[in-house]
T-cell receptor, first 112, second 114 residues
Framework: NAGVTQTPKFQVLKTGQSMTLQCAQD?????MSWYRQDPGMGLRLIHY???????DQGEVPNGYNVSRSTTEDFPLRLLSAAPSQTSVYFC???????????FGSGTRLTVV | KNQVEQSPQSLIILEGKNCTLQ??????????LRWYKQDTGRGPVSLTI?????NTKSNGRYTATLDADTKQSSLHITASQLSDSASYIC?????????????FGTGTRLQVFP
């Protein structure tokens, strides 16, 4: 089925560990983005990309890294996990400005 | 400061009843307003997108309205079903430069009981 695929669905990390959250889409969307969702808050933008080789910071980029080597993939790297990064992470893609967004099913990350 | 506020925070209704969710926003420059449905443990799914010139848009039993003058939107759900139990998120898009900047509300959690 076409859409946005995120892996893993659940992850527990120890403080200081690093990991990569995977995101892939098969809709040939140029625009991809990462959000985090915390209780009582709206989704917040971490990083986004408007095409392969182009990335930029969102509202809460600290502690996260991204790269976009292909149109399909947009991985999110946690460099040194902290308890404050405990959250649900969503990847989304869009065909461009003003278009609808397709979200993945999320990765629930717990940092202990 | 760009903000999107939704009310109520939570709502319980009986199956078959109608309900209306509210969204107020202060976002500039305004590009469009979106409503999303998010089931527990899933990602948001788009229901409607409205631009400045549109005051109503429907998607099945979901009807969204937009008053750009008062900066208010509502989502009306008709003849609710158990499957409507979810969080409904209002999202306003600002487009100060080439890409959309989405400002998310915190959502209204709707529970539909039989």
């Amino acid at each position: 089925n076409a859409g946005v695929t995120q892996t893993p669905k659940f992850q527990v990390l120890k403080t200081g560990q690093s990991m990569t959250l995977q995101c892939a889409q098969d809709m040939n969307h140029e625009y991809m983005s990462w959000y985090r969702q915390d209780p009582g808050m709206g989704l917040r933008l971490i990083h986004y990309s408007v095409g392969a080789g182009i990335t930029d910071q969102g509202e809460v980029p600290n502690g996260y890294n991204v790269s976009r080597s292909t149109t399909e993939d947009f991985p999110l790297r946690l460099l040194s996990a902290a308890p404050s990064q405990t959250s649900v992470y969503f990847c989304a893609s869009s065909s461009g400005r003003g278009a609808g967004y397709t979200f993945g099913s999320g990765t629930r990350l717990t940092v202990v | 400061k760009n903000q999107v506020e939704q009310s109520p925070q939570s709502l319980i209704i009986l199956e078959g009843k109608n309900c209306t969710l509210q969204c107020n926003y202060t976002v500039s420059p305004f590009s469009n307003l979106r409503w999303y449905k998010q089931d527990t443990g899933r990602g948001p799914v788009s229901l409607t997108i409205m631009t400045f010139s549109e005051n109503t848009k429907s998607n099945g039993r979901y009807t969204a309205t937009l008053d750009a003058d008062t900066k208010q939107s509502s989502l009306h759900i008709t003849a609710s079903q158990l499957s409507d139990s979810a969080s409904y998120i209002c999202v306003v898009s600002a487009t100060p430069w080439g890409t959309d900047k989405l400002i998310f509300g915190t959502g209204t959690r709707l529970q539909v009981f039989p």
